[in-house]
């Protein structure tokens, strides 16, 4: 080594001692037609000014040839002494760079250069074992070349332009080496007919350049050549303007090397070491640099053709519109990440144009849509961070791939470039990230609310008449002669949730008060006209009684507003402005609208400066203020019938007196809330009892919904603080105020009003958004109890234990709906999972039951699972901004969630229906058998008629498993235990204490208590019944949540007590008996008889004796028929809201029958133990309890196939479904789910089912099907164009965030349906029509399906049996006629009935929000599948795309007549251009075709569908590249554009990514012979796109080295020059 440095250093001397000498022709810079002159010698600096001469022998400069040879042995020899080649190398490399650049030793430098990486190519050639281990990561064996090969990229300096051009000469000449070493010797003309030298797998294996080390050379070659474009500008030639100058020099040398990486120099043609797209990537500098005008011609040219090449592979890689819109509760959790926001799209994303860049998503768009919707606010605040963190990545993406120029002329901010002045002034303004985040988020959201807010009002404009004068003779029954109200004011709801919306906005400081006050005057009055053309349309009172709204924000009033009014009074004016005076003398004019004004001028009177003269400053205000004395004379009349105890108003039982109290609201802070407190809470002293003594309550009065709903929502706001302050925020229990004293508990008063939580729920169900705190703050409470109570030997409080059993029937019987669309809901499982082991309050507990199965009945996404897999959740903070869980790190949890086995059967149904409906696929790190795993203690057991309509993953795992059966109770071994054991003589001979001890001792120990309940049974059939006293204190002992189980093994005992009498119907004696149990002596609950019979773990198809009992509880037993008569007679109203007289409808059900905790319904007198204290029952009893296990049942009646039974039971207890929080959904879910069942295919049945579940007075379902609801009709024959057309009428209307006036009159308000989210709630009808309307189309054919227990046919038991079933079920599903029709009308719009309401992709989005909210058998599948038919018989299909030769960049660099595609005859080649265009393009250009209109279509149903809708795509592409009907590229590149958008999602799933991947490539295979335009010299347009597609593949969506392993038959069947630009996908 130490030779090799010396000589190397006598070399660099001697270039800088005589300069006389010039390069001979031919050398490395024979290139440089310019020779430079003569110049005296100089020293070279590097080497110090006295450099002593280069000693004699080492270096002699006339024998050029040795010292070449010198050179290389000396470092061969250093490289056999040293462990790194390359420490050796880049001494060398070193040397060369500091010779003089005007020197000839420069060319014996690079001589010897090349004749070192001549040897090192030999040396990796020979030991290509060394090779691989190097490759693998093992280095002992040696350095890969590759990391020498890059030491050459440091010769390339701007300020030598010899060197570089020498530089491009040596690395062209190693690289055409290496190719031949690599390719062997095969000439070009042998390739094109099929045959190479060495095989795929020899050119893996001898890998000497792979593409990452070209790619790493390109890129730093380039970017020095971009510097030197910006630094040196092109200057004419000193001998001539006809001279190439020094930079053209370098570029066209440049080339020549690129064209040694793509294989296309001589002797290399057809064998490349990058593919043409890696290329194009690297020689991007970046739009930013690319449009900034810096570069010259002629890399201006050459980066026009790569950005044209990546524009062209991003039509196919991007769908031709994305514009999907996020639905929330049936967007699956994938949608959230938009294709137009991954990082893997967004180089070539920045390629497109902005029309076509506009067919994505924003998060503009994505905010205004879930604020339409009514989602939560974490949700919304969730989608913006999300879309902020995905384009953070993106740019980051971007900004790493682009150019940054090093004259600091522009700075790179989050991958786009901006001005370094304007930078740093962005810099200086934005202190924090978080500040930027939330400027950013603030303006989101103040654009998504300026802009649905001007769309209300533009709706309520459309539907009032404010052109016609009123007349007050004909008012309406709305209005009196102080207060007008037009007849329709249905539209008003919208303004009070748009109110709500702002209001919390504003009050958590995420929009000001000024932004938004500046937003709502530029609607009227836009910034951009001084003349305001239209303004007096625009104008509108709305405006105004929004901004009112918000000044009962004392922030807001104390600050902006009062600041103003002491100041030059702007606001004031601009609200003078806005004001309409025409709305309040108009037809249709509302004092609670058009007074806002008035009365903002009241409720800032303090405030304004100079009462007197505020009307000369404004003169405008004496338009507005003739009006005023109306609010004087409301606030008179208010407080005069408030002084009066005249509660009229406060009741708000009319509209009239409604809207009088909302008005005052408006006027003076609090008067209204706190007067609503009053009346609800009175300040004397009228106590009334609820079920006794120990549940007393202070009664006051009722205040109704619609006064609730009109109020201010600060009004609201206030009102549900004081309730939540004084009656459910302390442990003491509610707090009274008497006599102006402090609040405290009153002595004698112990529960809270029931009005007073009615008006809870109300107000929650207005103002979501503004009091989601308080609930927030509730829920804690509970996770807090719940946390308390798993640490054991906790004793809650009497007041405690009322406030617990308060907030879990509010929660249970009112706040489901709330819950559903609560942000968190999935998690609500971990606020109650210790109570349910650790309460023995029996009446506490069984509300905890029941608020946990209408929980878990309530999930309807993945993130259930999530939950049941995130023990580490601790709860929400409590602030009032929005907030996240942050990551979930998936780990089981160590205990099983339900110890309860009914609770633990119905959590695994549910999880059943989430993987059917949902699925799980776009949930990575979640395993569904952790999941079932932790549900309960021990793996359950199902019968085979609940395993049919499981999904087939949790079928595995039930199958897998096998569990035991429950131990059964042979009445033969209970008989002999009587007799046996003596401590039974307590329940013989009563008054035995010694042996009642025994006997509690006896059934203390777990395994025996399931016994007790049949002993107990057996001595009644005896006619001996036991004292019930000590019956009590056994079952007392035993915890309230195994009861359900101790049931279970009851009935299990009964029916075979009743199967060894030999009977095939249970005796009446047995059905009197279990009556008993049942209701007069209340041992056992009527939802655990009904659960126990019906859970799951016999097959009801052949157990007659279950059924006929399931049937005796449900509709034969006397005394159930009896409550069931009263509830009938008591006709609880589904509307519970508006129901004046539902706590008397519930205090009389509960008086005539009263319900017993502890078993004492038998008892009388003084009981030992004595019960339990006593809790304030408000909506439960035992019809609310029943319902949720009569949902878990009604599945497994559907699998009994007992039509029958069914409708028996639907028709009698469909009334129960009335207090169902969600009846809409569970009949969504249940058609869902069994929508391939028999017993539903029957107009009677599925009428039942729909009458049960249905109130169709609350929804707006269709003229057709409210027909068959009614009767007329048992038939689907009119699903015709018609019909179909007005589904997707429907749904896009509710996408297009439309607003119109509703089809049906008197539906409930929006904040009281069961869906507020009117995509969604959309959706739901249609799935119920559809559905419906599918099990009539099969009910000709099921009826040979049902097992009929008279033939004793085979039974459907077998996993295989199940596979066929589900066959037959796709073939059923494809006879449907709906997915044809519903084709036709996407595809063929003559064929529709109104061809001019299809515009836009708005409508194919609703085609793909339906398919995936369907079965996916129904539509989603078959509209995949019709992707066969648009490939092989679309005519722009089938023909091949023109001929296209392979590019090559210095003939590029040469010619000016080749366009940016490298090709003259380019822009008339590709016909089929059009079909990966934008769909809205095509639309607004006539371009519009039908492979273009499936591929959007498509799309849309691949973004909202599931790996299911994959599965299905792959079976697709599958057939058509084994069917032999392929015939063009043109169907190839097709195939490629319809998976390129989901890359993303496929690489999660290596198995179908590489089945299709493989599918693809043999389609190649078989498309190529039938190309004439294969050959060495050219391909054409589409297999040139497609090799970029793969290429694309490789570098963002790698799949693996293992995939592309199981890949390479396919590629090694392609012709020769398409496997060598494939080769590196299997090399790398």
Known sequence: MERLVEYLTGVVESSYEDLAHLVPCG?????????????????????????????????????????????????????????????????????????????????????????????????????????????????????????????????????????????????????????????????????????????????????????????????????????????????????????????????????????????????????????YYMISRELDPGAAVAESGMLTGEMQRIVDLCFGRKRRLGRILLPPDGSWPLISHASRAHTVKHVYDQPGYALVRDSLTLEETQRGASAGRVVADLLYQRAPIDEVFAAMRNHRTMQRKAKAAVASDSYMPNSGEYVANGGEYIANDKYMANAADADTDAEIERRESSM???????????????????????????????????????????????????????????????????????????????????????????????????????????????????????????????????????????????????????????????????????????????????????????????????????????????????????????????????????????????????????????TTYLQGGNVGFQLLDFINVGGKHRLLQLIYKMMLAHEQGPQFQFDGRQPSARAGITCVSPHVVDTVYMLLYNAPYSNELMMKEVLEKLRRSDKAMAQGGTRFSAANLRWLYTVYQLMNCRLLRFFKYYAHASHLVHHLRHSLVHVTHRQLYRSLECFALCLVNLQHDVGFLQALMNPAYHGVPLTPHPSALGAIRYSKPKDAWFECAMLARNAAVVIARIETMRGLGDVPGLELDDCLDSLAPQPQLWAPAVLRYLPRAVRAYYTRRTPQPSARVSPASVRQLIGARPEHAALLRPGDAAAESALAAFYAAPERQALFLCVVWVLHERQTPPPMVVVRRVLLTFPPLQMSSHTSALLDFVVACETERGTSEPAAATMQLLNDFMFRLQLVHHEHVVFALTRGEHDLRTDRMRLLLTRYVLLESPQFSERLDEWHRLDFQGRYWADFEHWKKQDAYLARFPEFFEFEAALEGPLEPAPALGLPVYYENGMVRLLPVLEFALGRMIEAEDRGLLRDVLDRMGILYRLHQVPLTTLMNTLFVYFNAPTLHDAAVVRSLNRALLDMSQQNFSPEFEQFMRGDTDDCAHIDARYASRIIERIARAIMRHIAPPNKQNLPEIHYREIPNPILLALTECVVELLTWWCLHCAPSSATRLYDSARNGPLVASEAEFRAEEQQRRARAAEWPLAQLWLELIMEPERRPEPGAYAGATYIHSTGVLANVLPDELLAFPIVQHLSRIVLEEPVLKSNSGPKRYFSFVEFARSSQLNADGDPDAATRFAATSVFNSFEQNRNHNMANRPNTFLTLLHSVLHYGGIATFNTLSDTIHALATGGELCSDIQLLYLCATVGPILYRLVDHEALYVQILGDLLSSLVQICPRISHLDAESSTDAIEQVMDFFCFVKDQFDPGRSAWRRLAPHIAALPVLLRYQLQCMVDQ
């Open 27 to 275: 050398s490395f810079l024979g290139l440089f037609d310019e020779r430079p002159t003569k110049r005296a010698r100089r020293t070279d600096p590097r080497f110090g000014s006295n450099s002593a001469p280069h000693q004699q022998g080492l270096f002699e400069f006339d024998n050029s040839e040795d010292s070449c040879d010198t050179i290389a042995h000396l470092t061969q020899t250093a490289i056999s002494q040293s462990a790194q080649a390359v420490d050796v190398l880049r001494v060398v490399v070193d040397a060369v760079r500091s010779v003089h650049d005007a020197s000839a030793v420069l060319d014996i430098g690079f001589r010897a250069l090349f004749e070192i990486y001549q040897q090192r190519l030999q040396y990796h050639s020979a030991n290509r074992y060394r090779v691989e281990a190097a490759e693998q990561g093992n280095n002992n064996g040696g350095e890969t070349f590759g990391k020498e090969y890059l030491l050459l990229t440091q010769l390339f300096e701007l300020h030598r332009p010899r060197t570089w051009v020498a530089a491009v000469r040596l690395m062209s000449m190693v690289t055409k080496s290496a190719i031949g070493i690599m390719y062997g010797s095969t000439a070009p003309d042998d390739m094109g007919s099929g045959t190479h030298a060495a095989s795929l797998s020899e050119i893996s294996g001898l890998n000497l350049l792979p593409e990452s080390v070209c790619r790493e050379s390109i890129r730093q070659v380039w970017r020095l050549l971009l510097d030197s474009a910006a630094t040196e500008p092109p200057q004419a030639s000193v001998l001539g303007a006809t001279r190439r100058t020094r930079w053209q020099i370098r570029f066209e040398a440049t080339m020549e090397l690129l064209d040694s990486y793509v294989g296309r120099t001589e002797h290399c043609v057809g064998r490349p070491l990058v593919s």
């Open 444 to 694: 989101l959201l103040l654009d998504a609310m300026a802009q649905r807010i001007e769309h209300i009002v533009r709706f309520i404009q459309r539907q009032c008449d404010f052109d016609t004068l009123l007349d007050e003779r004909k008012l309406n029954a709305n209005s009196d002669a102080t207060m007008i109200v037009p007849s329709k004011f249905g539209y008003w709801e919208h303004m009070n949730e748009v109110a709500d919306q702002l209001y919390y906005f504003v009050l958590s400081d995420t929009i000001s008060y000024t932004d938004i006050h500046a937003r709502l005057y530029a609607l009227v009055f836009p910034a951009d006209s001084d003349i305001h053309p239209g303004s007096e349309a625009r104008k509108d009172n709305s405006y105004i009684w929004l901004l009112l709204q918000l000044l009962h924000i004392e922030k807001v009033a104390a600050g902006p507003v009062r600041a103003d009014l002491a100041g030059d009074e702007d606001m004031l004016e601009q609200l003078l402005q806005m004001y309409n005076e025409r709305q309040i003398v108009s037809r249709d004019a509302f004092y609670l609208r058009d007074l806002a004004l008035q009365a903002t001028m009241s409720h800032q009177q303090a405030s304004i400066r100079d009462n007197h003269g505020v009307k000369f400053r404004h003169p405008r205000m004496a338009v507005a203020m003739p009006f005023a004395p109306v609010l004087f004379q409301l606030q008179n009349e208010f407080g005069q019938q408030f002084k009066d105890e005249n509660y009229a108003l406060l009741q708000g039982r009319d509209v009239c007196a409604a809207m009088k109290t909302a008005t005052v609201s408006q006027i003076r802070q609090y008067v209204v809330p706190n007067a609503l407190y009053t009346f609800l809470v009175p300040a004397r002293e009228s106590v009334a009892q609820l079920q006794g003594t120990a």
